[in-house]
Every structure is written in structure tokens, then in C-alpha cells.
T-cell receptor
């Protein structure tokens, strides 16, 4: 079974801090995604990556950056955390071949609170 | 207008009832996905379909490409089915990344 592991289930940080959210997958997937999920808004794509060192902006990249130095690891960085970044963050991965027909495999999510 | 609309937003049912969740979309798609999110956050993929109907246990998913509509049915519902059900589509031209467009989810609560 595919395993997508997010480093923390719950995280509390202060305004202005630099925050790192880590995601690791064990199935050699090419594609990796970071989403945030807010009540009434559903899942929104922040960034995705289709290869090592490659990244593309999603729908809401402002205030975030990402890093993919190894195929299995995709990091989301909040450069200077703000209270409006309090949210549930979900990482996912998928195979590139036949991409539209590949399911995305999700981690358990990180509930981030910025105080 | 959202490209993927789900109805209802919230649904409460009694154990044993037949449940239907609907999803309509406005873009051309390669495939449609149904996902389940339990309290606590983790999301699992239930179905991926591009035509017809799929069945897994008590869950059935159907899609009508011409009408741009899909339904997720749960037969003999059980409290453990309580979760948020999310419809997502792979848009045509979504590229090699397999990007998805998500609905906002339907929160299902099944009472014993």
C-alpha cells in the first residue's frame, strides 16, 4: 500500500515564524501536491511538483514556497506565518503515467494553528 | 460558479437507509474521483470512473458523461459511513500532473 506520511498531525506556531511542513511518500511517485482545506472552501491547491527540483504554482501560492530535493520528499514552507494561514494542510502523491486516471494518495493532514 | 458542485452539503440519515450524494461538473473531464475523508483528516480514494458504474461493497458510483453528473450511493448505511465525501474531476488538458478540481464535499452523518 502507498504510504504518504506528514511529519506532524498538529502544529502550533507564532505569527512571523518560518514554518516547515514535511511530506514523504514511499511509492516512487513522480507527482506530489500540497493542499489546504478550510471549512466551506474545500481543498485548494497550493503547489505541486512533477519531478525533483520542479515545482508549479497552484491556485493559492501566495505566502508559501516549496522544496523538492529528493523524489520522495516534498516540503511546504510558510516564509512568515500569519493567522490567515491557520488551516488543515494535506499532502498527496500520484503516479505520472496515465495521470488523469491515477488516484491521488493523501497523507493524514497537519492541522496548523498560527497564534 | 464552482466547476464542481456537490449536493447536498450536509446529510443526516438513519442506519440502514439508502443514501445518494450528487456531483455535477461544468468542464470536460478525463475521469471523476470519489474520495472519503473521516474525522481526523485522512482522505482515501473510493472510486475513479470515466464511464458507467462501479461497485465496491455497499458503495456504488455512477457517471453520466453527457449530463456531466455523477452519483455516489451507499446501501444499508452504517454509522461507520459517517464522513465527508468529496467529488473531484481530472479536467481534460490537465497535463501529466493529474491535477484535480474538487467539490466542497458532502458531510454525511449516519445515526444508529
Amino acid at each position: 500500500d502507498v504510504k504518504v506520511t506528514q511529519s506532524s498531525r498538529y502544529l502550533v506556531k507564532r505569527t512571523g515564524e518560518k514554518v516547515f511542513l514535511e511530506c514523504v511518500q514511499d511509492m516512487d511517485h513522480e507527482n506530489m501536491f500540497w493542499y489546504r482545506q478550510d471549512p466551506g472552501l474545500g481543498l485548494r491547491l497550493i503547489y505541486f511538483s512533477y519531478d525533483v527540483k520542479m515545482k508549479e504554482k497552484g491556485d493559492i501560492p501566495e505566502g508559501y514556497s516549496v522544496s523538492r530535493e529528493k523524489k520522495e520528499r516534498f516540503s511546504l514552507i510558510l516564509e512568515s506565518a500569519s493567522t490567515n494561514q491557520t488551516s488543515m494542510y494535506l499532502c498527496a502523491s500520484s503516479l505520472a503515467g496515465q495521470a488523469p486516471y491515477q488516484p491521488q494518495h493523501f497523507g493524514d493532514g497537519t492541522r496548523l494553528s498560527i497564534l | 460558479k464552482n466547476e464542481v458542485e456537490q449536493s447536498p452539503q450536509n446529510l443526516t440519515a438513519q442506519e440502514g437507509e439508502f443514501i445518494t450524494i450528487n456531483c455535477s461538473y461544468s468542464v470536460g473531464i478525463s475521469a471523476l474521483h470519489w474520495l472519503q475523508q473521516h474525522p481526523g483528516g485522512g482522505i482515501v480514494s473510493l472510486f475513479m470512473l470515466s464511464s458507467g458504474k462501479k461497485k465496491h461493497g455497499r458503495l456504488i458510483a455512477t457517471i453520466n458523461i453527457q449530463e456531466k453528473h455523477s452519483s455516489l450511493h451507499i446501501t444499508a448505511s452504517h454509522p461507520r459511513d459517517s464522513a465527508v465525501y468529496i467529488c473531484a474531476v481530472s479536467p481534460v488538458g490537465g497535463g501529466s500532473q493529474g491535477n484535480l478540481i474538487f467539490g466542497k464535499g458532502t458531510k454525511l452523518s449516519v445515526k444508529p
